[in-house]
């Protein structure tokens, strides 16, 4: 069966048709934007169109974006660029920043998935040294929203710099790096409409940086390398339409509705926080993430188990780890995720597959999620 409804938007977001056309454009154009000669021009001017606007979608000067080669990218040089040997992060950062500074201090979470602030606070008065701090806006499993504002306040106290992945949270509700304050900031373009393989990171005017790389002096000597012109001018026509993205959270309240009154026992993580409109994890007790995953796509709906960085490997979310959730509860939640694409009917159809599980695994002995 076709895919009918695509739900993973967290994982990845089909591509804008405004997007495809532009990189078409740029494609065709040809041209190295370093060079000075009119095909070179024209070249430069996708770049810099894109810069203007994806430094539209988070508040940001121009000069402070930095295109990379997507969000994992703009993480490590964040973390590198940074020049703290000190590091702290969430409990529930993306493994780009975790596997990145593996002797990070860890900040632990709520049940709900929100930072401790108490902890971070009494952390950073641990010692002197300048540190930096690491925390996301939004999970790309739960969808949570990070106290980014208190987290800034706090870092400051302590003389520390923040750097927060927005990869999740950009173009699903408002982000604006003067307004939080922070350091760093992480895009990724496939998250919000525009290509894989492109991202940016906004370095506050100001903020110290160090590039990881030398080369041609690209991106005002920030990230050396010949820029991907048509993957940057979708990424800046994404960011546009991705300015302008309505919110989900109607749709996605009406869908929690309906798979609780479904299964009864089914958990929203996270539900007592606040939250992106976009994004769901939700367990169906005693059957498996994997078996709804295949169930679901069998029946035309695309969603996935936890985060889609890990070559394809169902495992144990670290998120709900951090959480507190029991093993054998977090191998039964699967995340659902909407975006610029998504329709009242992709509701409507995973609603109905759901059900479809739910009632056949109640009268079957389809596999069971493992006990704990």
């Not at 009494?122 to 929203?145: D, K, Y």
């Not at 100001?206 to 041609?216: C, I, L, S, V």
Request: aromatic share 4%; charged share 20%.
């Amino acid at each position: 069966m076709s895919v009918s409804a695509y739900l993973d938007h967290n994982a990845t977001s089909p591509l804008r048709p405004e997007a495809f056309e532009s990189m078409v454009e740029a494609l065709r154009a040809g041209g190295n934007p370093s060079s000075v000669h009119a095909a070179g021009r024209k070249a430069r001017g996708f770049v810099e169109a894109a810069r203007r606007q994806v430094a539209g979608l988070v508040g940001a000067l121009p000069g402070e974006v930095v295109f990379t080669s997507g969000g994992t990218e703009a993480n490590s040089l964040a973390l590198s660029g940074a020049g703290r040997r000190r590091v702290l992060i969430s409990a529930v950062e993306h493994d780009s920043v975790s596997r990145t500074v593996p002797d990070a201090e860890i900040i632990p979470v709520d049940g709900n998935g929100v930072v401790d602030l108490a902890v971070l606070e009494q952390v950073l008065t641990t010692t002197r040294e300048p540190a930096l701090v690491s925390v996301m806006s939004a999970n790309n499993e739960t969808g949570v929203l990070q106290p980014i504002g208190e987290v800034v306040r706090l870092a400051r106290a302590a003389g520390a710099l923040v750097h927060c992945d927005a990869v999740q949270a950009a173009g699903k509700v408002p982000v604006d790096i003067h307004g939080l304050g922070v350091d760093y900031l992480s895009l990724s373009a496939h998250k919000l409409g525009g290509p894989a393989g492109v991202g940016a990171l906004i370095v506050r005017s100001g903020a110290p940086f160090e590039t990881d790389r030398r080369g041609g002096g690209q991106e005002s000597n920030r990230r050396a390398g010949t820029e991907n012109v048509a993957g940057i001018a979708g990424f800046g026509v994404a960011a546009r339409g991705a300015s302008q993205s309505a919110d989900f959270g109607s749709l996605r309240d009406r869908l929690e509705i309906a798979l609780v009154q479904i299964v009864p026992k089914a958990r929203i993580f996270g539900s007592a926080a606040r939250r992106v409109g976009n994004t769901t994890c939700v367990s169906m007790p005693g059957v498996s993430a994997e078996t709804q995953v295949m169930a679901l796509d069998l029946a035309g709906v695309c969603v996935s188990a936890g985060a889609a960085c890990s070559s394809g490997k169902v495992q144990r979310s670290a998120v709900l780890a951090a959480m507190g959730v029991a093993p054998n509860e977090a191998t039964t939640a699967i995340r659902i995720s909407l975006g610029w694409n998504t329709v009242p009917a992709d509701i409507d159809r995973l609603i109905a597959a759901w059900r479809d599980l739910y009632i056949r695994v109640t009268q079957s002995d389809i596999p069971r999620a493992a006990a704990a």
